[in-house]
């Protein structure tokens, strides 16, 4: 399916990259992590010490890094000046630097660039301003969420798997710091876009929400079904 934009929007935890990849997959298209892409520029700022706060150096530096992603949905890989950082961007700090860094306009701005290039022969993109900013016009709109504590349980699975002293009041409390600066930001807040099909993950596989999602892309678009795989594996 050429040139279609899926946009999946949602807060952390809310199954948008794993969804993300296996809708990239079946329809055969690209699939760009935005979230990866503010995390790297995160890791960029940790690494060259400048402050959260500084904005005029944080933007200088989102401008200038060099970000690539690469490979396929299943195996993405996140390259920052040409060196794999996709598994460093996981670090709890990195996640609670991405988080600030994020609400600096000018950070939004010149990744929202990035993300239009890439997307715009066709991709399925996840973040948290797709359908309302980046690809305001998307072909499909979808908002993932979940009650708060399940989704910080799957946000604890994967920090847990990087650092072994985590502990889930601390991913549950970070994850809701994060909610609330995203949900509250001046620029580009996490809302979900007027056109935008909700779905609540609460309580359902990964599979319910996938074959969910692929009747709404089937019934908004032709021939959608032409490249679809069916359900999830």
Not at 83 to 104: F, L, N
Not at 194 to 220: C, N, P, Y
């Amino acid at each position: 399916m050429p040139n279609l934009i899926i946009a999946i929007d949602g807060p952390s935890g809310a199954g948008k990259s794993t969804l993300g990849r296996l809708l990239a997959r079946a329809l055969n298209l690209l699939y760009i992590d935005t979230g990866s892409m503010y995390r790297a520029v995160a890791l960029a700022v940790i690494d060259s010490s400048i402050g959260a706060h500084d904005d005029v150096a944080v933007v200088s530096l989102a401008r200038r890094v060099e970000i690539e992603l690469q490979g396929d949905p299943d195996s993405m890989k996140v390259t920052l000046e040409g060196r794999d950082v996709t598994e460093q961007i996981r670090r709890e700090e990195v996640t609670h630097m991405s988080s600030i860094i994020s609400a600096i306009p000018e950070v939004r701005r010149a990744m929202v660039d990035r993300q239009r290039e890439l997307g715009k022969r066709g991709a399925v993109l996840n973040g948290r301003d797709i359908g309302t900013v980046v690809f305001p016009d998307a072909d499909v709109k979808f908002f993932l969420t979940a009650v708060p504590r399940e989704r910080a349980e799957r946000r604890f699975a994967e920090g847990r798997a990087l650092d072994e002293n985590l502990t889930f009041e601390e991913t549950l409390a970070e994850m809701s710091d994060r909610d609330e600066r995203d949900s509250t930001r001046a620029d580009s807040p996490l809302v979900a876009a007027q056109d935008a099909v909700v779905i609540d993950s609460t309580g359902l596989s990964v599979t319910e929400v996938f074959d969910r999602m692929m009747i709404v892309i089937r019934d908004k678009t032709e021939g959608g079904t032409q490249k679809a795989n069916g359900s999830a594996q």
